[in-house]
């Protein structure tokens, strides 16, 4: 592990994360960094084609490689190798956008079922959810059912309401909301949380837009299914070495195809218009 900006994790935050399933952080980014991010994701969400939701800028390294100066960021994969080792790809992105007024839900999911078909076991992949707007209780902040990703939880039923970004969400008899915790942060603190975690987002009817940038990671020892998918996803080495045979992309160069041959409606990354948070 390299030298990180921030101070590592104590013993009693990784207890925590073992025992919650996430933790949260002051800060990820160096200020600098994180303003060169702030700047990138406007300039693409301006760039939007019109009429498609902001929700749905999901896997945008594949055609803009200079987003790895971020998913390669030191300081964020010294955050991420503490909690899976030193051996880190690259699994997947999203900004993941509510805009204000009608920004959309994300219902009660394990990201590991949806992920289920793309690697395994899909439940060691990790999200760093990086907060580019406040993200509050107002606006659709996430929600976690703490110490959920130690339960079983696999019944799903369909979703097909249209503020929903799934089609698919967890039963409800699968959930205690009694147990759910807002987990609100301010522009460049973070939150991390475990493949197998129980959480979801209400949709945002307030004034103020709620935008993050999901970063995806997994270790190398988990088992991408490249062949098997039709290659229209692909993982990047980010540290370390590979551990499971598994094929990787180059992270310097743009990846058009993997996009188009996603089409309409795929769904093996747990999407009905792309995996959220």
Not at 11 to 38: I, V
Not at 43 to 48: C, D, E, G, I, S
Not at 63 to 71: A, H, Y
Not at 105 to 130: K, N, S
Request: glycine letters at 6%.
């Amino acid at each position: 592990m390299t030298r990180t900006a921030t101070a590592p994790l104590s013993a009693a935050e990784l207890s925590a994360y073992r025992r919650n399933g996430y933790l949260t952080r002051d800060r990820l980014l160096r200020p600098e960094r994180f303003a060169a991010l702030t700047a990138h994701f406007e300039r693409k969400l301006a760039a939007l084609p019109e009429g498609e939701r902001p929700e749905n800028m999901d896997v945008p390294h594949f055609t803009d490689p200079e987003l790895f100066r971020w998913l390669l960021d030191e300081d964020v994969l010294d955050l991420v190798e503490q909690l899976i080792g030193p051996d880190i790809a690259v699994f997947s992105s999203h900004f993941f956008c509510k805009p204000a007024g009608d920004g959309k839900a994300v219902p009660w999911h394990q990201d590991g079922y949806f992920w289920r078909e793309t690697i395994e076991p899909a439940d060691r992949a990790i999200t760093v959810w990086l907060a580019i707007d406040p993200s509050t209780q107002e606006n659709g902040c996430m929600r976690v059912i703490p110490g959920s990703h130690l339960s079983e939880a696999s019944r799903y039923r369909d979703d097909d309401r249209p503020e929903s970004v799934f089609d698919e969400q967890l039963d409800a008899g699968q959930v205690d909301e009694s147990k759910a915790v807002p987990v609100e942060l301010s522009p460049n603190q973070c939150s991390v949380h475990s493949g197998a975690l129980v959480h979801s987002s209400q949709v945002n009817t307030s004034r103020m837009r709620r935008c993050a940038f999901t970063m995806r990671y997994m270790p190398t020892t988990v088992r991408f299914n490249d062949a098997k998918l039709g290659h229209k996803h692909q993982v990047f080495l980010a540290r370390g070495v590979d551990r499971a045979g598994n094929v990787y992309a180059d992270p310097t160069r743009p990846h058009p195809e993997l996009v188009e041959s996603r089409g309409a409606g795929q769904r093996y990354l747990g999407e009905r218009r792309g995996s959220a948070s």
